[in-house]
């Protein structure tokens, strides 16, 4: 029997790698944080004093990168899995996400990543609309903007985030949006066993 492959979307400081964490566990599925794929495509471009708003120099970092997004998260022979969480990359990383180029790039690994595998946990902003349209369950997690901005603390800025927020939602390429067959859950006041216990219901 096939296994499920949930589709977790949402914005920054939704709960997506929390609840992806816990989920991933519960069901004995592997798990996938797509950001952390387009962080650390954002690290080897600073890395090597590339401009973000280049397109296709940061496309060919893409194309030519060896990468691995496990539970540590390697490029290139670095393991960036701390460094892709610091401000400098949180900063670079929405440029290099609305690349078309680069999207293109990670999305074909990511579905080589599920064709590897039976069912999985895949968190990102375009899961459930572009990915994987055929997820077995789609989420869209929210949480107030107050809530949000609590959870990132001192690693994201309340405007860094708000500008993240914008750019995400309206690049041409895979904006950050709901799928329309996708379950919205709003994480502000819950917690993390709730939230996961309402996802299993739902499988
Ligand atoms: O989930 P995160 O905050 O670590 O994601 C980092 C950035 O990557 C985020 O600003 C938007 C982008 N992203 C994306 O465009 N598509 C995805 N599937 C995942 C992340």
Request: aromatic share 2%; with cysteine; net charge neutral.
């Amino acid at each position: 029997m096939s296994r499920p492959l949930i589709a977790i979307d949402g914005p920054a400081g939704a709960g997506k790698s929390t609840v992806s964490k816990a989920l991933a566990e519960r069901l004995g599925l592997d798990r996938l944080d797509t950001g952390a794929m387009y962080r650390a495509v954002a690290w080897r471009v600073l890395d090597q004093g590339i401009d973000p708003g280049d397109q296709p120099a940061v496309a060919a970092v893409a194309a030519a990168a060896c990468l691995e997004a496990g539970p540590e998260v390697l490029i290139d022979g670095h393991d960036v899995t701390a460094a892709i969480r610091t401000a400098p990359v949180s900063r670079a990383v929405s440029a290099v996400a609305a690349n078309p180029e680069v999207r293109r790039q990670l999305v074909t690994r990511q579905r080589q990543w599920a064709a590897t595998r039976d069912g999985g946990v895949v968190e990102g902003r375009d899961i459930g609309t572009v990915v994987f349209p055929d997820a077995t369950l789609k989420i869209f997690l929210t949480a107030s903007m107050e809530e949000r901005s609590r959870r990132r603390g001192a690693d994201e800025s309340p405007a860094g985030l708000a500008r993240r927020d914008r750019i995400d939602s309206t690049r041409s390429m895979s904006p950050l949006a709901r799928a329309a067959d996708a379950r919205v859950l709003d994480t502000t006041d819950r917690s993390i066993d709730d939230v996961v216990e309402e996802v299993l219901s739902w499988l």
